[in-house]
């Protein structure tokens, strides 16, 4: 399903961390596909609460929390850098599709990283 929020359609998710060598690429395109899947689900599914929402936003937190596994096999991790740009486009994805209350640590609450 394509995406129709033309905002979100246009954003370069994770895009600070491909200028740092440091974050593989194809974890980082792995990334960008969970927020892709994350944006089609709120646009099919239309949370009408933050309850809702944070039950679509904390199941794709769970998929980046495999993800760390694929960093470090790769000689990288989710560290501090890489948690705060995660959760910059958790929270812009969230106010984007009309959640701007919405509280970002919530949004991924069930992280390891």
């Known amino acids: 399903m394509?995406?129709?929020?033309?905002q979100v359609?246009?954003?370069?998710?994770?895009?600070?961390?491909?200028?740092?060598?440091?974050?593989?690429?194809?974890?980082?395109?792995?990334g960008r596909a969970?927020?892709?899947?994350l944006c089609e689900r709120?646009?099919?599914?239309?949370?009408?609460?933050?309850?809702?929402l944070y039950?679509?936003?904390q199941a794709a937190t769970n998929e980046f929390n495999l993800l760390e596994a694929e960093f470090e096999a790769a000689?990288?991790?989710i560290e501090t850098v890489a948690r705060e740009e995660i959760a910059e486009d958790f929270w812009f994805v969230a106010s984007t599709y009309g959640f701007a209350?919405?509280?970002?640590e919530e949004l991924i609450a069930t992280r390891d990283w």
């Open 9 to 30: 359609a246009e954003r370069a998710f994770l895009q600070p961390l491909y200028a740092d060598t440091y974050f593989p690429d194809h974890v980082l395109d792995k």
């Open 101 to 104: 209350d919405a509280d970002v």
């Open 55 to 57: 039950a679509l936003t």
């Open 34 to 37: 969970i927020l892709g899947r």
């Open 75 to 77: 000689g990288s991790e």
């Open 2 to 6: 394509p995406i129709t929020n033309q």
């Open 42 to 52: 709120i646009e099919a599914e239309q949370p009408s609460d933050l309850a809702a």
